[in-house]
């Protein structure tokens, strides 16, 4: 157990599809953050949120809508998705001290079809 | 603008070798922080090490021991007589003033029975 829990694990969808990945922390940190993995680049920082508030976004497209309703949860709402978009979506989450760094959760696998 | 490069993609040894994994990094920033991650086939980013840029000194923990060099920008990382289960992706990351996390593109490391 990591202290940052994702669900789900792994998620299949179609283009036409909307769904909610969730992330939680109970580790008193104060920023979240959403990172994409795909294969072969290096991770992708999509979102950053500090005390519920987003402070990064990192030119995502609009198909991919964060949320955060308070300081323990973070969740990444997706729509019409593309293949492309097939990835591991990492959770991680913070104190905001640039020395401790972030605790990351275990993802959530994604598949577009 | 702040970078991380790991050259080495995959790296296959047999048990009991020793394996050094390459990190170079650039920034402009003067204080400034890298890890190391750890992500098994499980998914999540289990952290390793930390280390700030002013602090020179090598670190050795157990089997793991770490070489960081401000005069070559390298922050390299060597694994004494593998083991199977240290099989996973590595990860070098940068944490300067823009206060995010920069990954490389990570090295596959499998260890051989």
């Known amino acids: 157990e990591t202290g940052v829990t994702q669900t789900p694990r792994h998620l299949v969808m179609g283009m036409t599809n909307k769904k909610s990945l969730k992330c939680e922390q109970h580790?008193?940190?104060?920023?979240m953050y959403w990172y994409k993995q795909s294969a072969k680049k290096p991770l992708e920082l999509m979102f950053v949120y500090n005390f519920k508030e987003q402070t990064e976004n990192n030119s995502v497209p609009s198909r991919f809508s964060p949320e955060c309703p308070n300081s323990s949860h973070l969740f990444l709402h997706l729509h019409t998705l593309q293949p492309e978009d097939s990835a591991l979506y990492l959770c991680a989450s913070s104190q905001g001290l640039r020395e401790i760094g972030y605790t990351f959760g275990s993802g959530t696998r994604l598949t577009v079809v | 603008a702040q970078k991380v490069t790991q050259a080495q993609t995959e790296i296959s040894v047999v048990e009991k070798e020793d394996v050094t994994l390459d990190c170079v990094y650039e920034t402009r920033d003067t204080t400034y922080y890298l890890f190391w991650y750890k992500q098994p086939p499980s998914g999540e980013l289990v952290f390793l090490i930390r280390?700030?840029?002013?602090?020179?000194q090598n670190e050795i923990s157990g089997r793991y021991s770490w070489n960081f060099q401000k005069s070559t920008s390298s922050f390299n990382f060597t694994i004494t007589a593998s083991q199977v289960v240290d099989s996973a992706v590595y990860f070098c990351?940068?944490?300067?003033?823009?206060?995010?996390?920069?990954f490389g593109t990570g090295t596959r490391l499998q260890v051989f029975p």
């Open positions: 990351a940068l944490l300067d003033y823009t206060d995010k996390l920069i």
């Open positions: 580790l008193g940190h104060n920023a």
């Open positions: 280390r700030n840029s002013f602090d020179e």
